[in-house]
Structures are given as structure tokens and as C-alpha cells.
């Protein structure tokens, strides 16, 4: 998704040139230009994305690919954790509530007929991750980086007998999923505040460990895949599976970055972030090994964030005074503008080649003997 420019910040306004993508970004952000205008804008850069990590190139996405494998393996576990965090969540939980579905899960939805409702994709995927996961009642499970608690609080409804854990380096959204858990009567659900990075379970809480680890749409704000799968390790018993649910490209992995003041999506949305490639946690296999791997076409996720976005258009005059107390007055519009953009450019990036290029990656790694 970081296929878009940022706008660039004039310093010497009187004796600079501004270039024109400037101007068409403040445009796009002010709203003065044509939803279907903005998308076309959206998949030439995307366009341009392919040709620059050289998807015509097979040597030179190689030499790329083993770089930046190289890259992560030299980096911490994450980078931006706060950054990522006031991204996506510095607006408050009814912002999420005003146009997410049901659940409120802010992440691909499955579409298995085409034809589903916002919250019957939200639920299908749910039930997918079950499966594939192969969870049964009366497992201890955690949920890594748990978000507004779709998952969680799912998961704690369908299986009573299971203890479940979940982790957010948010206490807004503790706060939230603990209220939540409250008003449905839900006792097998703890939430607890931590970051990854440094992050060390309170030993009466991880007892034996974790039978199933389950992680959706974090891994893309990681980068350290080894140092992270072996903490993840630790916390897991000897015969627990740790599923993981990323989106990203079908070979080509690449940093969310902001150069020069370009890159939209990294500068409002993935500061510190990575796009995966459907085959790049397959080189950080140290400690836990991927049993099975899935493919889910970009389709999906195209419709979900067109969802998304029809929802949010709707609920607008209800969403506006958010915006307000969130970014100020003057600056509701663009950031309510900037929110419409991030869900085109979602949508468009997952569409683009009929869902073949950008996808949803599943895998499910167990641990290694010994």
C-alpha cells in the first residue's frame, strides 16, 4: 500500500518549483478531484511500484529480496511501533464503530460467494482462521496484537471452555475490549498492554505456555521475522501452532519508507512498516517451521476496503465531529479526505491485476524438535 507520494513540504515556497504530484496530492486530500480520478492516479503508481522492485527484472528482484532479507535479520524486532499505533488508533473506537462491520475487524474479510454483507465476510474469516489455526474448545490462545478484539472477542464466545489472551500496546483498546467483554458476560478473556519488541508475559499468565498463538495484519509493522518467531516460541507449548494471517505481494518484499518527503501511505499510515512477499517468513524458519501456507486473492480485500469506504461516506455527518475533537477543526476535512484515500488505495492496491498481484498470505508454523 505505499504506492502513493506524499505531498512535498516547500521551505523556499518563493523560489522553488512545486511539483506538479504536489499539487495533485493536496488536491486529492482538499477532495477537488473525482474518486474515479484519484484511483486511476492510484494504480499507475502502482504500475510504477512493480517496475521499481523490478518485477520484470528476475535478477534484480533477487538481489533486491536477499538485501532486504539481510536488512531484517540486522534490525530489531520492530521500528515505529508508536508511530504505526497513533496511525491507525489515535481516532477514537467509535470512529472503527461508525463504519467497520459487526465485529469491527480491521482486516481482510472473506468474500467465499462474492455477494456477502460487510459483517458475513467479517464472519467467514473468523471461522476461516478457526480452521486453519485448528482450534478446539479448551485450548489457551493468544492474539497477538489484537486490535479493537474482533478476533478475541469471537474467539472467547466461540470456544467458552478456552482461556483467552490478548495482546495491544494500546490501553485504549484494552480499555475498549475489556468494556466489551463486560456488557456480552465474557469471563475467559484477558487483555493485557504490552509492546512486542520488549514485551515478557507475567509467568503465572503464560503457564505452560500458549496452545495456539494467532496474529493477524501485525507481522506487516514487524521486521525482524527471526528475532520475533523466537519470542513467539517461547511462549508456545511444544506442540502448539502459531498461525499468522499478512497481507502481501507474490514476490516482492519491500520497506513502507518515506524519502524525501514522498511515499503518502508510509508518511500517514505504515510509518516503520513492511510489505511482505508471499514467500519471505519462509527464510526465518530458525525456530518455528510453516506447516501449511495459503494463498487468498487480493479480491477479498479490494471488496473490503470499498466496503469500508461506503460506510464511511454514509456515516459521515455522524464521523465528522470525531474528526473534529481527533485532528481539529481545520484539519477534519483533509484527515476525514486522507481516511477516504487510505481506503482507496487499499482496495485498489488488492484489486490491481484482478487480486493476482497483492494478496492475503495464511500460514501455520509449529515448533521445531528440541
Known amino acids: 500500500m505505499s504506492d502513493l507520494p506524499s505531498r512535498a513540504v516547500m521551505s523556499e515556497p518563493q523560489e522553488k518549483e512545486v511539483p506538479a504530484e504536489s499539487w495533485l496530492i493536496d488536491w486529492c486530500e482538499r477532495g477537488r478531484l473525482p474518486d474515479s480520478l484519484v484511483r486511476l492516479g492510484m494504480r499507475r503508481?502502482?504500475?510504477?511500484?512493480?517496475?521499481?522492485?523490478?518485477?520484470?527484472?528476475?535478477?534484480?528482484?533477487?538481489?533486491?529480496?536477499?538485501?532486504?532479507?539481510?536488512?531484517?535479520?540486522?534490525?530489531p524486532i520492530a521500528i515505529e511501533t508508536q508511530a504505526a499505533n497513533a496511525q491507525h488508533y489515535e481516532v477514537p473506537a467509535a470512529f472503527f464503530h461508525g463504519h467497520l462491520g459487526e465485529h469491527l475487524k480491521y482486516s481482510c474479510c472473506l468474500y467465499r460467494t462474492g455477494?456477502?454483507?460487510?459483517?458475513?465476510?467479517?464472519?467467514?474469516?473468523?471461522?476461516?482462521?478457526?480452521?486453519?489455526?485448528?482450534?478446539?474448545?479448551?485450548?489457551?490462545?493468544?492474539d497477538l496484537g489484537c486490535g479493537w478484539g474482533s478476533l478475541s472477542l469471537w474467539l472467547a464466545e466461540a470456544y467458552p471452555r478456552s482461556q483467552i489472551v490478548a495482546l495491544s500496546n494500546s490501553r485504549g483498546q484494552r480499555e475498549f475490549i475489556e468494556a466489551e467483554a463486560a456488557e456480552r458476560g465474557i469471563t475467559n478473556l484477558s487483555v493485557v498492554t504490552g509492546?512486542?519488541?520488549?514485551?515478557?508475559?507475567?509467568?503465572?499468565?503464560?503457564?505452560?505456555?500458549?496452545?495456539?498463538?494467532?496474529?493477524?495484519?501485525?507481522?506487516?509493522?514487524?521486521?525482524?521475522?527471526?528475532?520475533?518467531?523466537?519470542?513467539?516460541?517461547?511462549?508456545?507449548?511444544?506442540?502448539?501452532?502459531?498461525?499468522?494471517h499478512v497481507f502481501a505481494h507474490r514476490t516482492l518484499a519491500y520497506h513502507f519508507e518515506v524519502k524525501d518527503g514522498r511515499d503518502w501511505m508510509s508518511k500517514y499510515f505504515f510509518t516503520g512498516g513492511t510489505m511482505p512477499s508471499e514467500a519471505l517468513l519462509l527464510h526465518f524458519?530458525?525456530?518455528?517451521?510453516?506447516?501449511?501456507?495459503?494463498?487468498?486473492?487480493?479480491?477479498?480485500?479490494?471488496?473490503?476496503?470499498?466496503?469500508?469506504?461506503?460506510?464511511?461516506?454514509?456515516?459521515?455527518?455522524?464521523?465528522?465531529?470525531?474528526?473534529?475533537?481527533?485532528?481539529?477543526?481545520?484539519?477534519?476535512?483533509?484527515?476525514?479526505?486522507?481516511?477516504?484515500?487510505?481506503?482507496?488505495?487499499?482496495?485498489?492496491?488488492?484489486?490491481?491485476?484482478?487480486?493476482?498481484?497483492?494478496?492475503?498470505?495464511?500460514?501455520?508454523?509449529?515448533?521445531?524438535?528440541?
Not at 45 to 61: P, V, Y
Not at 115 to 142: P, S
Not at 218 to 226: L, Q, V
Not at 304 to 312: I, K, S, V
Open 115 to 142: 455477494k456477502e454483507t460487510l459483517d458475513q465476510a467479517e464472519r467467514a474469516m473468523l471461522e476461516e482462521y478457526a480452521v486453519r489455526a485448528q482450534l478446539t474448545d479448551g485450548q489457551r490462545i493468544l
Open 45 to 75: 503508481l502502482m504500475k510504477q511500484r512493480l517496475r521499481d522492485e523490478g518485477i520484470d527484472d528476475g535478477e534484480a528482484r533477487s538481489k533486491r529480496f536477499n538485501r532486504l532479507v539481510d536488512e531484517l535479520r540486522a534490525s
Open 285 to 370: 524458519q530458525d525456530d518455528l517451521r510453516v506447516d501449511r501456507q495459503w494463498w487468498v486473492s487480493g479480491a477479498h480485500y479490494e471488496k473490503t476496503a470499498n466496503h469500508w469506504l461506503e460506510n464511511l461516506d454514509a456515516a459521515r455527518s455522524e464521523l465528522m465531529p470525531l474528526m473534529v475533537q481527533t485532528y481539529g477543526a481545520a484539519n477534519a476535512g483533509i484527515w476525514f479526505q486522507r481516511w477516504r484515500m487510505f481506503y482507496m488505495a487499499v482496495a485498489e492496491l488488492f484489486g490491481y491485476g484482478g487480486g493476482n498481484e497483492w494478496g492475503v498470505a495464511h500460514y501455520r508454523f509449529s515448533k521445531r524438535p528440541g
Open 195 to 244: 509492546n512486542i519488541v520488549d514485551h515478557q508475559f507475567d509467568p503465572a499468565l503464560l503457564a505452560d505456555g500458549f496452545d495456539r498463538v494467532l496474529s493477524i495484519e501485525m507481522f506487516e509493522h514487524m521486521k525482524n521475522y527471526r528475532l520475533l518467531l523466537n519470542k513467539i516460541s517461547g511462549w508456545m507449548r511444544e506442540d502448539g501452532k502459531l498461525f499468522v
